[in-house]
């Protein structure tokens, strides 16, 4: 049995649905997303556990509610008197999607405020998952602790797992960006970075220099994501590369790269295998991307369906 705790913050989200002016409320997040997804592909007795921090007010509550329903441990997560859940908006415009954000006095920021918390969500876990959204919402002094905590738990033989998910607008400058990414992969284990936003912000000439910038860190297994291009993965003495099937009808990436990095862990946490597992996390992206929303039922049918034989 593997017990994985993701670190981070869910959001309200409000989509447009019906009508570009009515909305319906879901709850996402990219490290939420992606135990959301764990807890799909992994057998029944693996534990997936969120740790967070929410408010007492009802939206809090059906957060954690939703969260209990999808089968995701809610034991850890810190409630406070103080704030409450952050929330995006999604609009449609001629198409194309924006977001407009309601999170910066979410409880998530406060997450860490709690003396232990981290701790006891951590104690007896083999795998704590971040990315670069959970280090960008922490007060400094917080993300320092963050770090000290997952090098702590490393040091008891846990594992930790980072998706760097760059986000430029959610930090001061690019700077204080990549240097923070950078002190992540530093007491990481797995990396899943994406080429893109990695050659956007550290000049990263092909994605063979983003996987060994961070096994230069110390990351032992670098997985360089590449939206419909190929997929690499250095290790020890291993190179792996994989083209992902083409999505000949791509209806909404969001969330690619958050189920992408839970059929990889379950794959890899199930046999180690890095081919196999960059199958299942092609796969799964494939099947995401090809619906609407952050979280697509595993058996949601096609939205386009199979021409009829012979037609
Ligand atoms: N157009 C596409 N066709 C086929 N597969 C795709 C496409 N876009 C994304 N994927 C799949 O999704 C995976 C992750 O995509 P991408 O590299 O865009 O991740 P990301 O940048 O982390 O995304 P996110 O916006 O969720 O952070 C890819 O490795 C691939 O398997
Ligand atoms: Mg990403």
């Known amino acids: 049995m593997t017990r994985i705790v993701a670190i981070g913050e869910c959001m309200v989200e409000l989509?447009?649905?019906?009508?570009?002016?009515?909305?319906?409320?879901?709850?996402?997040?990219?490290?939420?997303?992606?135990a959301w997804y764990l807890r799909k592909m992994l057998a029944a007795e693996h534990e997936v556990a969120y740790f967070t921090a929410v408010g007492h007010d009802d939206m809090s509550q059906r957060m954690v509610a939703f969260l209990d329903a999808a089968g995701i441990v809610t034991a850890?997560?810190?409630r406070r008197h103080d704030s409450t859940v952050g929330l995006y908006m999604i609009s449609l415009n001629n198409g194309e999607?924006?977001?407009?954000?309601?999170?910066?006095?979410?409880?998530?920021?406060?997450?860490?405020?709690?003396?232990g918390a981290l701790?006891?969500?951590?104690a007896g876990a083999d795998m704590a998952y971040i990315s670069g959204i959970t280090l960008a919402i922490l007060p400094d002094c917080d993300r320092a602790r963050l770090l000290h905590g997952l090098q702590v738990f490393r040091d008891s033989g846990g594992k930790v797992v980072f998706d760097p998910n760059l986000r430029p607008r959610l930090w001061p400058d690019g700077a204080a960006m990549t240097g923070?990414?950078?002190?992540?992969?530093?007491?990481?284990?797995?990396?899943?970075?994406?080429?893109?936003?990695?050659?956007?912000?550290?000049?990263?000439?092909?994605?063979?220099?983003?996987?060994?910038?961070?096994?230069?860190?110390?990351?032992g297994l670098v997985v360089v994501k590449n939206g419909p291009g190929e997929i690499m993965v250095v290790a020890d003495g291993q190179r792996v590369t994989f083209a992902p099937e083409p999505v000949l009808d791509v209806v909404d990436t969001t969330a690619a790269g958050d189920s992408f990095?839970?059929?990889?862990?379950?794959?890899?946490?199930?046999?180690?295998?890095?081919?196999?597992?960059?199958?299942?996390?092609?796969?799964?992206?494939?099947?995401v991307i090809s619906h609407s929303g952050a979280l697509v039922a595993l058996d949601a049918p096609p939205l386009v369906p199979a021409p009829v034989a012979g037609a």
């Open 15 to 34: 989509a447009p649905c019906p009508t570009p002016d009515t909305y319906r409320a879901g709850f996402a997040g990219d490290t939420l997303n992606t």
């Open 97 to 115: 999607r924006s977001f407009s954000y309601w999170r910066g006095q979410s409880a998530a920021r406060r997450m860490l405020d709690g003396e």
């Open 76 to 78: 850890h997560i810190q």
């Open 180 to 219: 923070a990414v950078m002190q992540a992969a530093a007491v990481s284990d797995i990396c899943l970075p994406s080429y893109e936003d990695e050659a956007d912000w550290f000049g990263d000439a092909t994605p063979d220099a983003t996987a060994q910038r961070y096994r230069d860190a110390g990351v």
């Open 261 to 287: 990095n839970a059929g990889f862990l379950a794959s890899y946490l199930d046999d180690g295998d890095l081919e196999r597992a960059c199958v299942a996390a092609a796969r799964l992206a494939a099947h």
């Open 119 to 122: 701790q006891a969500a951590l």
